[in-house]
């Protein structure tokens, strides 16, 4: 270890998290020089997008945390039926609160989002209006961060969550 280096929480093939955005697998831990100062840093490869590397310092571990478990997803899945939506009308307000929710990577938080996005889009197709492109782009966010992190937990491919989750929910509407 580096002389004033932490000791690494991860290890090589854990399967992590990436500043609440990125499902990434531990490829190595090892010493980088990038500026004047060789550190210690996690390797990261992105599950879904092999072709970056992420360098990320040990010493700056919150930026990485464990994978949501299986068990922690059917959890949130129990509590989406309850979930209420909660629409911001000013859209530089709706944009900030709705990034810093993508920011925090709060599960709960998450699904609230993408319901309440959900809802609206719906709402604004069938009154034949355009969903907002920020609306949009926000939604495709948080069903990455969720998705991808869903899939990895479940061990099924990110395109799954959503029929996934469809077909939970139907099990325990019939309970």
């Known amino acids: 270890c580096l002389a004033g280096e ?4 991860f290890g090589v093939n854990d399967t992590v998290m990436y500043e609440n955005y990125e499902v990434c ?11 004047k100062k060789e550190v210690l840093y996690y390797v990261l490869k992105p599950v879904y997008d092999g072709s970056s590397t992420i360098y990320s310092p040990v010493e700056n571990q919150q930026k990485i945390r ?6 922690e997803i059917y959890q949130l899945i129990q509590i989406m039926p309850d979930t209420e939506t909660e629409w911001v009308e000013n859209e530089q307000l709706r944009r900030e609160k709705y990034n810093g929710i993508l920011r ?6 998450l699904i609230k989002l993408l319901k309440t996005l959900y809802a609206k889009r719906k709402e604004k197709l069938q009154a034949g209006k355009k969903f907002h492109s920020m609306d949009e782009k926000l939604m495709k966010e948080a069903e990455h961060i969720l998705h991808g992190e869903f899939a990895q ?10 029929p996934f989750i469809a077909g939970e929910l139907k099990r325990i509407q019939r309970k």
């Open 6 to 9: 932490e000791i690494a929480v």
């Open 25 to 35: 697998k531990i490829v190595a831990v090892r010493p980088e020089r990038f500026q």
């Open 66 to 71: 464990k994978v949501l478990s299986a068990e």
């Open 104 to 109: 925090r990577g709060d599960h709960k938080q």
């Open 153 to 162: 937990a479940l061990k099924i491919e990110p395109e799954e969550v959503v």
